[in-house]
């Protein structure tokens, strides 16, 4: 029997109408130039974007300008049949996903406008959704568009669930956006995979092994879509999204041969970031929160600017860049607007998986408006955050469930992976 299509989750998220300078960030703007669509902007240059305001797509965003294109936002369900190219980076719950595409009448119009061969790619979710049904919240309807369900990772064969890290993909055919992607590893963070079979051999164009095999990508005609998430990839990441948009302003860097087929280690940059005395958010390191140097003036330690350090551990390889905001316990983190800000300008340029951690929890405001842990996280995701660390919090829930062996449903970990999943919740302690 289907199951129910849970609600909605837009009604979860809200926007940041306040707007922080740039002086106490202290950023150049020629940095940071952003491509902005324009009333006679061609339609070789737009690219329709389906974002139905679930987690981060800002660094989808980020990466499709940073290769010259204009994006127009799909807002009714012509939009998708009236699109060039489309695509749709999928987020959160399949459940979820299908509940939101149904109520806006969005799921009719992408089944229409895939079974017409249109130019489509799917990312993450984007490409679950195309399958027949989801066994995530029970067994949930899918579009439908290729056999086969989506299943958990069997996590008796060994491996950890979810799959977040860097793999590589094995090529099953030629299908136009993995040219010398073989063999390289991109980026997944994902619990549920499909499996490939007879019924969908055709679709296949890649393969990644993780405890078995699961489908990586799927191309038929013009429709591709993939597990792994190209604006997380590095410059193999880009190249795929080059390929797909016909991009001519982008030069892919020749690829390092290699012979890739384990999930691979990886170097991940941890900036401790805080406000100096002025203000201004700097990188600093301590002891046990002691960042000030041992001076007469006893500034804050100051070893560099956040966005500008996580530039350059991206460019110097870094495969992940995590921020901990170490005066997020003390203060509310929806009011550290330079902190969201941090996020917003890193991703413009650092297409690597950015974590942020401090603060996260459920707290009350001086004004008595009291924040849910999901809020806060919703806020971090939507500035461009792929993970977020939770510390304490994390320690307490572990505590109470060792103590009751009861998930009340209340903790951090809870609120946020019910909407978003495992994948996005980095704990340092937990039982869950």
Not at 272 to 279: C, I, K, P, S, T
Request: aromatic residues 10%.
């Amino acid at each position: 029997m289907e199951a129910a299509l849970l609600r909605s989750p837009c009604s979860l998220f809200f926007s940041n109408k306040t707007e922080t300078s740039r002086k106490n960030l202290n950023f150049k703007s020629k940095n940071f130039s952003v491509i902005r669509a324009s009333a006679n902007q061609s339609a070789d240059s737009v690219v329709t974007l389906l974002d139905y305001g679930a987690g981060n797509v800002r660094s989808v965003r980020n990466a499709i300008r940073s290769l010259g294109y204009n994006i127009k936002d799909v807002q009714k369900p012509e939009d998708i049949l009236n699109a060039d190219r489309l695509i749709f980076p999928g987020v959160g719950a399949f459940a979820a996903a299908m509940d939101v595409l149904n109520q806006n009448g969005m799921a009719e119009a992408l089944c229409t406008y895939i079974e017409n061969d249109r130019p489509f790619l799917g990312i993450c979710l984007g490409l679950q959704l195309l399958f027949e049904s989801s066994e995530e919240k029970g067994l949930v309807k899918g579009l439908g568009l290729i056999p086969g369900v989506v299943g958990r990772f069997d996590s008796s064969n060994g491996v950890r669930v979810p799959h977040i890290g860097w793999n590589a993909l094995q090529i099953t055919k030629d299908s136009g956006i993995l040219e010398d992607v073989g063999g390289q590893h991109v980026y997944f963070v994902h619990s549920y995979r499909a499996i490939p079979s007879n019924a969908n051999q055709e679709w296949i164009s890649s393969t990644c092994n993780y405890g078995d095999n699961f489908i990586a990508s799927v191309q038929r005609g013009n429709v591709h879509a993939v597990q792994f998430h190209p604006e997380k990839s590095g410059d193999v990441g880009l190249s795929v999204l080059a390929r797909f948009l016909q991009s001519k302003s982008y030069t892919a860097k020749k690829a390092t041969k290699g012979k890739a087929s384990k999930l691979a280690k990886r170097v991940i940059a941890c900036l401790d970031v805080r406000a100096n005395d002025n203000g201004d958010l700097v990188v600093t390191k301590g002891d046990q929160y002691d960042v000030r140097e041992h001076t007469k003036e006893n500034e804050v330690r100051n070893l560099g600017k956040p966005v500008e350090l996580a530039r350059q551990y991206y460019k110097d390889g870094a495969d992940e860049v995590s921020f901990l905001n170490i005066t997020g316990f003390r203060d509310f983190p929806l009011g550290d607007l330079p902190m969201l800000e941090v996020l917003r300008y890193t991703s413009e340029n650092v297409f690597v998986p950015l974590t942020v951690g401090g603060g996260i929890r459920d707290f009350t405001d001086g004004n008595g408006r009291h924040y849910s842990s999901l809020e806060v996280a919703s806020e971090y995701f939507r500035s461009g955050a792929d993970k977020v660390s939770i510390g304490s919090d994390a320690v307490y829930a572990a505590e109470a469930y060792i103590r009751t062996g009861v998930k009340t449903g209340n903790s951090s970990l809870e609120q946020i992976s019910r909407v978003y999943g495992n994948q996005v919740t980095f704990k340092y302690a937990s039982y869950f």
